[in-house]
């Protein structure tokens, strides 16, 4: 969806979360745990961050790879605001070195000036307001590398009463991660693993800052956030490694965050691995909800059955999606609670779509 080619894209503009060090013009990027230190004219890891100069700026401001109205439960989220839109953009670059990357094609990119279309935080805002869409989601690429863009976009949604929705890898320090989710309303949060040696062998980085990130969204924020576990062959899909996570996510964050085990296709420097075969992810869901999890769901194969959200206490339907994307979604809840037994159903809910069986 083109938003507007005429527009100028402002492209280049100063950075946050920097320091300098040393005589040189050296500087440090403070925004993850990376902590790059650069010389006059260096890109960061994540390619979008640079030293001019002796200042830090970020050169993919207003620009974008492209604009697409997505299912809310593509990112995944399936508790907040289940059946709407969210109008969905990326850039370039990202902070993590995954072998396994899915949206390699983008991430991976250095290509800057073949982004097909720009955009103000505000035209952005305005477009979404105009195509019906509940949600703004900063996705297909990590939108901490370009944080100041997604948090002047974030500012610009709530001004018209757009949320705000992050689907990230969580790798970030802690200071500018309280200024990116201060203005989100919700986020998606890709546990890759819950091994340190598959982070540093297959993502190029480390398990213990994620972590961090689950812990402060869970205790010191208002966001709405569920999990993502991407399941590979031979890598982390043993169910010892998924009880391991299970059991900590239980015991730091609670039964009630939804857990998403997705299916692995063979991408980027891993096309000659297999896919993830289903009874696998089949196995993953039934060890979580053993665990004592209570919202599991299955993603990138097509079984509408896992994508169910069922009342933790009485097991009724609460809501069914089905259709590509899981685009359509058929809500029976009363206001926030099961319509049979009144069990709270954890998640952010539109009031206006629940117990009306709408589509």
Known sequence: MEIDRAEK?????????WHSVGEDR???????????VLKDGDRG????????????VLSVYGLSTGFYVDPIEKKPLYHFFPGTSALSFGTLGCNLGCQFCQNWTVSKSSDIANLSEQASPERIAK????????????????????????????????????????????YINAAPRADLFSMMDAANVDLKAFSERFYQRLTLSHLEPVLDTLRWLKHE????????????????DSMSEVKQMCDWILSNLGDEVPVHFTAFQPS???????????????????????????YVYLGNVHDERSAVTHCPHCQRRVIERSG?????ATIHLKGD?????????AGVFDKSRVNRGQK
């Open 221 to 236: 924020s208002n966001v709405w956030f569920e999990i993502t576990n991407l399941l590979i062959p031979d890598e982390n």
């Open 127 to 170: 477009v979404a307001l105009r195509l019906a869409c509940r949600s703004v989601a900063f996705t297909y690429n990590d939108p901490i590398t370009w944080a100041e863009y997604a948090v002047d976009t974030a500012a610009a949604c709530r001004q018209l009463g757009i949320k705000t929705v992050a689907v990230t890898n969580g």
């Open 26 to 36: 050296r500087i440090q990027c403070d925004l993850c745990p990376r902590t790059c």
């Open 45 to 56: 890891f994540c390619f979008v961050r640079q030293n001019l100069n002796g200042q830090m």
């Open 324 to 328: 590509h994307g899981h685009k359509h």
């Open 268 to 294: 980027f420097r891993m096309k000659e691995r297999q896919r993830t075969a289903f009874p696998t992810l089949v196995h993953a869901r039934e060890q979580a909800l053993a665990a004592g999890l209570k």
């Open 337 to 345: 609670c099961c319509p049979y037994c009144g069990t709270a159903i």
């Open 9 to 17: 894209p402002v492209a280049i503009v100063p950075g946050l979360w």
